[in-house]
């Protein structure tokens, strides 16, 4: 039994809130800062005008304006290359060339060996044991039963089934719908993966069924027609107005008004539909934030139009799912699939004036909605199958993140706050036959994003990341009380080396504050608690030098009950904005 010091009871945040019908829930990422347990230091010397510990949000300095590209390089084989440098790559905004200021090479796997290295040091400590196996990666599959036809939901449901059916125990997965119906949470239980999937059913919101309506206009017609002011494609729905309302020639003017009626439900239906289906997406990206590990969402779905208003959105998705390190690969459930002249027989006769227009309208919408989803792959370094049946082989292939991806990122020079679009462009100055796959372009924004807010989103970003970064001398050990059969209490014991990090003079004293945040995670990955610790230095060289050899000793502590728990540490420090970033594990059994 191991005896820990007396500290105050950690504030707890809530946990992760279900989802509700129709999308999914906001993950709470809430850290109340908690001072509990003295530093070395302040035992030393108890001089607190050199070092005081408050509650304070993270307010480091953070970029606002920097984009960041991830890029994926193939070579003729379609194996992804990894040997690749900031020097061999050329990013073009607007056609005009970048300096790369950020650069990163990720590779996938091996973190199970990682989490092992990063807590061997601590292997001495009496009462830690050593880290239990823990999920490496976590995989949403998000099925759009929003624009999902049966016989397409029909067959990507058994291929999932199948697919799922054969998860390793390193594995995760969650299954979520655009409708917000028969959602799953990470689970490694495979018969509620099994019993979620056959849940699934075709749940269109707004839109009726194709040739119900009188005239009958696509969504892509009339996004053409009320949108775009299309004079042919409403000249199409006139035509198609006056054969299905049996109307003479001299009522033309009833079918216009016919036609442009349709053209508005039909774009008002389409757009709901299409924000929804992006805002579920966006929701799961945030779900995915807090996954600590590989994180990836299979998007299964026909695809789906993007009128001009909705195009902002779709890059919103994008550039959460950059940040947060979230990989999309899409998954066309249509298959191999052919565009049918005039619609199938259980559409209305069509108009033989209109039907190769009509046809074209199909087969130009057809296009578009794969688009959406080759974008979302190409701008997040996922993959998008598409034009075959293999439905099977398609799930093997978009749950797989690619062995090797880069991140490129850049500060756009005299950027203007105007919303615009800029188109960006990445090759490789060496001319080798390659197949890049990078994001396409981004929307300036409108405004700069507040600081504080961004840094809190950086911290949260590196708390639920997995990956290990050591700019900072840290330790990071764990030890455990067991008070009783059903409770328990955990400790995180951190030494901070503050010897080697960078201070600013001011007054004859060394300023730099530090934030230090910690967390628990189950061993699905789901977030349990966590806290943050802010602490103010101002030092004077005797103590920095003579007092402080040995590092700051901080502890923090979290009431749990008996299970497996990944403890996340993340110490960042304002003056240098170097950040350190480690993995332990505990078992309480």
Do not use: W
Request: one cysteine or more; glycine letters at 6%; proline letters at 5%.
């Amino acid at each position: 039994m191991i005896r820990t010091p007396k500290t105050r009871e950690p504030h707890k945040c809530p946990r992760s809130r279900a989802f509700p019908p129709f999308y999914l829930a906001v993950f709470c990422a809430c850290f109340p800062a908690l001072a509990n347990g003295q530093t070395q230091a302040e035992t030393a010397d108890k001089n607190a005008s050199e070092m005081t510990s408050h509650d304070v949000p993270a307010t480091f300095k953070a970029k606002v304006n920097l984009v960041l590209v991830p890029v994926v390089v193939r070579d003729g084989q379609g194996h992804a290359i990894g040997n690749l440098q900031k020097a061999d790559f050329l990013l073009f905004d607007k056609g005009k060339p970048q300096v790369i200021t950020k650069f990163s090479m990720e590779k996938s796997g091996g973190q199970a060996a990682k989490d092992a290295e990063s807590t061997k040091s601590a292997e001495n400590v009496p009462g830690e044991q050593a880290p239990p196996v823990l999920p490496e990666r976590y995989t949403a599959y998000l099925f759009d039963d929003v624009h999902l036809a049966f016989g397409d939901l029909a067959r990507v449901r058994d291929a999932a089934d199948r697919h799922m059916a054969a998860l390793d125990s390193m594995a995760r997965a969650a299954i979520y719908t655009t409708s917000g119906q028969s959602t799953l949470d990470f689970t490694d239980d495979r018969a509620k993966l099994h019993e979620t999937l056959l849940s699934l059913r075709p749940r269109p919101v707004s839109r009726s069924p194709r040739g119900i309506e009188c005239p009958d206009v696509s969504y892509y017609q009339a996004d053409l027609i009320f949108n775009k002011n299309d004079p042919q494609a409403f000249q199409v729905a006139t035509q198609d107005a006056m054969v299905c309302m049996s109307l003479p020639p001299q009522m033309i003017s009833a079918a216009q008004s016919a036609a442009r009626s349709a053209a508005q439900r039909a774009v008002t239906d389409g757009d709901h539909e299409t924000r929804l289906a992006l805002l579920v997406l966006k929701e799961v990206i945030r779900r995915m934030s807090a996954m600590p590990g590989q994180r990836a969402i299979v998007l299964v779905s026909p695809g789906f139009i993007t009128s001009f208003d909705l195009i902002p959105d779709t890059a919103d998705v994008m550039e959460r799912a950059i940040r947060a390190s979230v990989i999309i690969s899409a998954l066309d459930a249509r298959g191999l699939y052919t565009v049918i002249p005039g619609g199938d027989a259980s559409q209305r006769v069509a108009n033989p004036a209109t039907v190769q227009y009509k046809a074209q309208y199909d087969l130009d919408s057809a296009t578009q909605e794969a688009d959406v989803l080759a974008e979302l792959a190409d701008g997040t370094g996922g993959t998008f199958f598409h034009n075959s049946n293999d439905l099977d082989g398609g799930f093997k292939r978009a749950a797989a993140v690619p062995e090797y991806s880069y991140v490129l990122g850049f500060s756009p020079e005299n950027l203007k706050l105007d919303g615009t679009y800029h188109k960006l462009k990445v090759t490789l100055n060496d001319g080798n036959k390659v197949t890049l796959q990078a994001r396409r372009g981004y929307y300036a924004p409108k405004r700069l994003d507040d600081p504080a807010e961004t840094a809190k989103e950086e911290i949260q970003e590196a708390l639920f990341s997995r990956q290990e970064m050591h700019d900072i001398p840290v330790e990071l050990h764990t030890q455990f009380f067991k008070s009783s059969e059903d409770s328990a209490r955990v400790a995180v014991i951190i030494r901070v080396d503050v010897r080697h990090i960078h201070y600013r003079k001011v007054d004859g004293r060394n300023r730099n504050d530090l934030t230090v945040v910690s967390a628990l995670f189950d061993r699905n990955g789901t977030y349990v608690t966590g806290n943050e610790k802010h602490l103010a230095m101002r030092l004077r060289d005797e103590t920095l030098e003579k007092k402080l050899g040995s590092g700051l000793t901080l502890r923090t502590s979290f009431d749990v009950k008996p299970g497996t728990y990944l403890v996340r540490l993340v110490v960042r420090d304002a003056e240098g904005q170097m950040m350190s970033a480690q993995n332990g594990a505990v078992e309480i059994q």
